[in-house]
Antibody
């Protein structure tokens, strides 16, 4: 079955950096677009970034552009999110998610999330 | 930036029909997806591309999208359907989520 397992979260000071990873299995990773989505404590879902199946197209939410970088290693079935210049408002549970079929078909598999806390 | 608007809460009696709306400018021109999220769990895709139910999603979940409003309908609502529901769409090269609707079954 499809599995997505995030890691790399933790406590970081404002201005610091973190690199999240999402190890996947159970599907052909290199055939699907992937996303990062976050959820602040007690709040709704907020999309962070998307990367096309081959890594050639990347899109970011406006508030993350220039600070976050999404990438993937299809040989390792792994998705990454490099987060720099972190702010308190970046505190959230970060999920990786897989495209259902085509890009507009939604996200049909989600990990359990990794918690990022930005605090001094 | 594009916005999707959902009512914060909807209440329904068991066995009745629940409707959750999602509004946005010319939303009918975009594909809308819906997610269910229960406390402490990851979201689950319940409707894809306006009307399609992914494998394993009960038939009581259905969707529609026209004009400026998309609607998630749950027929014969069960206690297990109590959850937060989020709509989602693409606008240009950005993904947008609605603010979420808490469905209470009472």
């Amino acid at each position: 079955q499809v599995q997505l397992v995030e890691s790399g979260g933790g406590v970081v000071r404002p201005g610091g950096s973190l690199r999240l990873s999402c190890v996947t299995s159970g599907f052909t990773f290199s055939s699907f677009g992937m996303h990062w989505v976050r959820q602040a404590p007690g709040k709704g879902l907020q999309w962070v970034a998307f990367i096309r199946y081959d890594g050639n197209n990347k899109y970011y939410a406006d508030s993350m552009k220039g600070r976050f970088t999404i990438s993937r290693d299809n040989s390792k079935n792994t998705l990454y999110l490099q987060m720099n210049s972190l702010r308190a408002e970046d505190t959230a549970l970060y999920y990786c998610a897989k495209d259902h079929t085509v890009t507009t078909s939604g996200f049909d598999s989600w990990g359990q999330g990794t918690l990022v806390t930005v605090s001094s | 930036s594009y916005e999707l608007t959902q009512p914060p809460s909807v209440s329904v009696s068991p066995g009745q029909t629940a409707s959750i709306t999602c509004s946005g400018d010319k939303l009918g021109d975009k594909y809308v997806c819906w997610y269910q999220q229960k406390p402490g769990q990851s979201p689950v895709l319940v409707i894809s591309q306006d009307t399609r139910r992914p494998s394993g999603i009960p038939e009581r979940f259905s969707g529609s999208n026209s004009g400026n409003t998309a609607t998630l309908t749950i027929s014969g609502t069960q206690a297990m359907d109590e959850a937060d529901y989020y709509c989602q769409a693409w606008d240009s090269s950005l993904v947008v989520f609605g603010g979420g609707t808490k469905l209470t079954v009472l």
